[in-house]
């Protein structure tokens, strides 16, 4: 995700702390890691749900690093592995929440708890997407969302987002279903959308759609 201008585990019932030494655990990521460049509205690989990750081994803890590098070269607050071209359901985030709270951290098989009615207040803040970049528009998301998965060793993990933190776990977890946010837009404010990337030029590096 842009800056702003059933899961295969069992669930678990502890929120796992993605908000301790925030600052080691990302650089250590991104050290290891390559920036590769981002897919853009468009690439097939964007538009269609991605494949389960099965295998915790030596080749996703190589995404891993690389998507956090990927992430902090884009200046983007999350991102999907689709968004560099991989099939693979994982996602990674460097995030603040609206209290300014930072949190850091990975999700495998990620799938978003349905909230009760109770829980579903809309914020309709202003979304962006690396993968259209340059473009931004309103869009209306729970306040607050669950997504359950498995951290980058497989073992389940649930995290819990308020505010901005929230439209970032809402919206990288649609990445991994073939859904961009502005798939979500009326057709008018698709459009609009389209328009801006169109009269933009990228700050970091896309896979061209051929």
Request: net charge negative; glycine share 8%; charged share 30%.
């Amino acid at each position: 995700m842009a800056q702003q201008q059933d899961t295969r585990s069992e669930p678990v019932d502890e929120f796992v702390d993605d908000t301790v030494d925030c600052e080691e655990r990302e650089e250590a990521y991104r050290a290891r890691g390559t920036a590769r460049p981002i897919t853009v509205v468009g690439n097939p690989v964007l538009h269609r749900e991605c494949r389960d990750v099965t295998e915790f081994d030596g080749e996703l803890a190589r995404l891993v690093d690389d998507m956090f590098a990927s992430q902090r070269a884009a200046e983007g607050v999350g991102l999907a592995a689709n968004q560099i071209g991989v099939d693979r359901k994982v996602f990674v985030y460097d995030c603040p929440d609206d209290d300014g709270v930072r949190h850091v951290g990975v999700v495998v098989n990620p799938v978003l708890d349905e909230l009760p009615a109770e829980r579903r207040v809309l914020d309709d803040s202003n979304e962006g997407c690396l993968s259209v970049p340059g473009a931004y528009a309103s869009l209306a998301r729970p306040d607050f969302a669950v997504v359950r998965g498995q951290d980058a060793e497989g073992k389940p993990i649930t995290v819990r987002g308020t505010g901005y933190f929230a439209r970032c776990l809402q919206h990288e977890t649609d990445h991994l279903y073939g859904r961009l946010y502005i798939d979500r837009l009326s057709k008018r404010e698709r459009k609009d959308a389209l328009g801006q990337m169109a009269e933009g030029t990228p700050r970091y590096d896309t896979v061209p759609n051929d």
